[in-house]
């Protein structure tokens, strides 16, 4: 949306490799160092081409340089994607259609990553003058640095002849991530591939982490969704069935480490504004977007996650609020009830007319997302009911109990004896002694 504002970006070469841009108030240091190659023949329309490395800096108040080592981008010419390395590196790689990485197979592509070593070790020499590392290699760049650009040293899974880089490795995976996310789809969406089940790998070992080694879990599964989003068919081309798989994953996932998942985490953010749900009309839906139903008779029933239907109809009676005539209410501390709207056959007002008691009734607002049939199944299960709340208990006569039966003869039940009754629910109690018996039996059906 255009707002007559205006930003400006400047470029500022310093020297000594340092390169300053400046966006708007924020200014961003880089050290690059380039090396134009021949192409030697490799490409038949190219000649000449040029890679670059540049490094980020940050600036402190002494004037000196500190090492920024954030996850950088590849680039050709525009930014595809990380792999695991803290610099940039910029060259004129061959792309596929769908130009998101560099194509592994091409042999320019192979080429240009072969000269980049050498340029990297002369750009770290340049790199480790700059004031405030005293020709200190070990400050200036940390291990990472030298050891990501070991281009092919770990083996991959069901391939015995391909090696690669550490950056495109997925580790700690089993047999069940493999079927739900085969080797053709995280290849062509992250760039990854399963290690070999052979190479263990410790999780102390805090060089696998900063070669950008990837640990299978809950946020490869939200990268791989939000990639798949991304693509023309998106989700559609998976499948419910695959969705389902992906989130019964997701959930077990979430049993064995709950920290990833408590609000306001990285990865419940991304799923709240990620549109994966699956609506009637054939779309996807975002839970930020707005409030998104479940429907009981869809095709959610495969789903293991809501094999604990009970659990979750039980939390909502503790604890979800319910809007009704007199406004928001818990089911669990106050007795709600259906009105005609939803299929209530009594006529509550003629009632309690003229007694003292607020009686709470669903409000008829819920019908525009569902209908009555639906609303009065899902409801009932938290407690909702047309009359008043009673509960089946069994008694035990400890003294004679003189009743009446309906040929109006008195009979007497001995001390001992068990009888049942129907208790109502303490917070739905009326004052009965208002009521008229004789109208009560004409309202009722």
Known sequence: MLND???IMRKGITGNGLTNVTIGNETLTWFVDSRKLQANGIRSDVKFTEISIALALEVLKDGTYSPK??????????PLRTYGLKFIIQGEFILPSSREEVDGDSPWNQWLLSELPDLFVSAERSFCSLPGFNNCQGKAVSDDHIEAMC????LLEGENDKWVPPCRVLRNWNEQARTLLPDSLIHKHLGLGYLNKEIVLSDTLAWALALGIENYGPKVLVKILTCLLHT???LTSMGLNWLSSWLN???????????????GSDIMDTLAKTPFIPLLDGCYGAINEGMIWMNLDGAWNNLEAFARLGHIISEVYNKAFILTNHGFVIPSEVAVHFNNDFGNHIDIRRLISGIDIKWYEVDKSYLKYSSMRNWRKFLKEVGVTDFVQTVRVEKTVSSPLFLTNMMREK????????ISDCDVVRNTIMKTEHVDSKNICVVLP
């Open 69 to 78: 080592l954030d996850h950088q981008y590849v680039f050709a010419f525009l």
């Open 5 to 7: 504002s205006l930003i």
């Open 411 to 418: 009979v007497m039940i001995p001390p001992g004896s068990t």
């Open 249 to 263: 994953e997701l959930y077990s996932m979430s049993l064995q480490n709950s920290v990833d998942f408590k609000i």
């Open 151 to 154: 281009v092919n040293c770990l």
């Open 232 to 234: 023309k068919e998106g």
